[in-house]
C-alpha cells in the first residue's frame, strides 16, 4: 500500500454512514450482505447508501459480487491489513521490541 491508496481508505472511513456500513460488513462476514440489507439495517435511504457504497468501494474497503439479480457487499479485509500495516510499518524505527502487538487488541474468537 503507498501513501494515496491509504488517504483513500482513511477519507472513505472518515464519514459516519460510511463507517457504519464498513462495521457492519464485517460482521456480516465474507459471504456478503446484499445493499437493500444494508439499507434496512442502517436505516439508510438506498439512493444514499448507493453512494457511501461506491465511495468504500474505489478506496478498495469493500467489494461487491452480483448473485442473480442482487449485488453483495462485504468488507475488504486485506485491505484494511495493508492499512495497518502500512500505517505501523516504521513501529518503533522498525525493531518492533517495544510495539502493541494488535492482535492482543481482538477478543480471542479462532479463525474468522
Do not use: W
Not at 491509504?6 to 462495521?23: G, K
Not at 468504500?56 to 495497518?84: C, P
Request: proline fraction near 4%; include cysteine; aromatic fraction near 2%.
Amino acid at each position: 500500500m503507498n501513501k494515496t491508496t491509504a488517504i483513500d481508505a482513511c477519507s472513505a472511513l472518515a464519514h459516519d454512514t460510511r463507517l457504519s456500513i464498513f462495521q457492519l460488513l464485517v460482521t456480516r462476514g465474507p459471504e456478503g450482505t446484499p445493499a437493500m440489507e444494508v439499507a434496512r439495517l442502517l436505516g439508510a435511504k438506498p439512493s444514499t447508501l448507493s453512494g457511501h457504497l461506491a465511495t468504500l468501494k474505489r478506496a478498495g474497503l469493500v467489494r461487491a459480487t452480483r448473485q442473480k439479480r442482487e449485488i453483495l457487499y462485504a468488507a475488504n479485509l486485506d485491505t484494511v491489513s495493508g492499512l495497518i500495516t502500512f500505517l505501523l510499518r516504521d513501529c518503533c524505527k522498525g525493531t518492533g521490541t517495544e510495539c502493541l502487538d494488535l492482535s492482543a487488541l481482538l477478543p480471542d474468537r479462532g479463525a474468522c
